[in-house]
């Protein structure tokens, strides 16, 4: 019994002298390094920056990997504005539609990265009037994209949030 007891102390007293000694230290603990993916677009850019935007485009076409660009104008990462633009051009009519869609229904919850993503040509899958169109769309999704867009106050959008809002104000056609 005695054996045990001067055991326990023995061990309390090392680990308050350990825990003694970790204090003592001049400089302080660091921190474990966490290392995040890079998103979507950031890595279709780096493609696009390195291989080239018709590259980037046929490996997405052989890779089936467009999910990869809908999901970055989706979740509305900040890239995407600068990777739209340059495989919009490159992409087959079917894509470039689901793209359009994927930007349309991003619209009330990141409108300056869709906006952004936008060209004021008269383009008629990426121009801010074809994107901002209500056509096909549900008045909800009106009502909400009208309430982001105006929420806006960047004055590098100025231009395409008031041709967004006369498209999202404009008739809805049938």
């Avoid at 055991?7 to 350990?18: D, E, F, K, N, Q």
Wanted: hydrophobic residues 40%; aromatic residues 4%.
């Amino acid at each position: 019994m005695r054996l045990a007891r001067f055991s326990a102390l023995l061990l309390l007293l090392a680990g308050t002298a350990g825990a003694f000694s970790l204090t003592l230290q001049d400089r302080p603990l660091q921190a474990v390094p966490h290392q995040t993916p890079d998103s979507s677009s950031t890595q279709l850019l780096h493609m696009i920056e390195t291989d080239g935007a018709r590259q980037t485009a046929e490996t997405l076409n052989k890779t089936h990997k467009w999910s990869e660009v809908r999901q970055a104008v989706s979740s509305g990462q900040p890239d995407s504005a600068r990777v739209i633009p340059a495989l919009m051009p490159l992409a087959d009519p079917s894509t470039a539609r689901s793209l359009r869609l994927a930007l349309r229904y991003a619209l009330p919850t990141h409108p300056a990265a869709v906006l952004a993503s936008t060209t004021q040509a008269k383009d008629p899958n990426f121009s801010t009037q074809a994107v901002c169109s209500p056509e096909g769309m549900p008045r909800s999704w009106r009502i909400r994209a009208r309430q982001a867009v105006m929420a806006m106050h960047d004055i590098h959008f100025s231009v395409r949030a008031d041709t967004c809002l006369k498209a999202l104000d404009g008739p809805l056609t049938p």
